[in-house]
């Protein structure tokens, strides 16, 4: 790791797209960029990519960054944060959405065939009764739940995940 002075005065070069300066900047700090995306969760390759950004948008943004205000080691961990936060974020999502739609497959097949309605719907708050009919009894997409019950698509996937997990509780 570079000391606050050491790296001013490599600034001005990799300022000016000097790629030996840009080079010393990087390898003394990607390390640390890593190792905070590693404290945020994420796994080895998966931390280097954080890194890998934070430290592109470190040079991207560099000409914004002001000695006068704290040092490049804080700069550096506040964009290395964020990264980690968005790509989490982004990361969250699509895993979720996955096994979101894994996890209604196997339900459709198993505990939605195993048990009728009559023995279902007595169990389920009178609210869940229509997601449930929509859904399981008449097999109906997300979109067109959400259309029937006039709520988002979003809504829909989310709603019918709840039902899923009750549904799971219920019949266990």
């Not at 590693?38 to 470190?58: S, T």
């Not at 700069?75 to 982004?90: D, G, Q």
């Not at 169990?123 to 008449?138: C, K, S, V």
Request: glycine share 4%.
């Amino acid at each position: 790791m570079l000391t606050q002075d050491q790296f001013l005065v490599q600034l001005p070069g990799a300022l000016r797209r000097e790629a030996a300066c840009e080079r010393v900047i990087y390898e003394a700090h990607v390390g640390y960029a890593y190792q905070l995306a590693r404290k945020y969760g994420f796994e080895n390759d998966d931390a280097a990519d954080v890194a890998q950004e934070a430290m592109i948008i470190a040079f991207e943004k560099l000409k914004n960054y002001d000695p006068t205000k704290g040092n490049f080691k804080s700069w550096l961990s506040k964009i290395t944060i964020n990264e980690a936060l968005r790509m989490k974020k982004k990361t969250k999502d699509t895993v979720s959405m996955e096994s979101l739609g894994l996890f209604e497959q196997t339900l459709k097949q198993t505990d939605a065939r195993r048990f009728s309605p009559e023995e279902v719907l007595p169990r389920l708050h009178p609210n869940l009764h229509d997601l449930y009919t929509l859904y399981f009894e008449y097999g109906m997409s997300h979109q067109e739940v959400a259309d029937n019950l006039n709520i988002s698509l979003a809504n829909s996937r989310v709603r019918v995940h709840r039902l899923v997990k009750h549904l799971k509780t219920l019949f266990q």
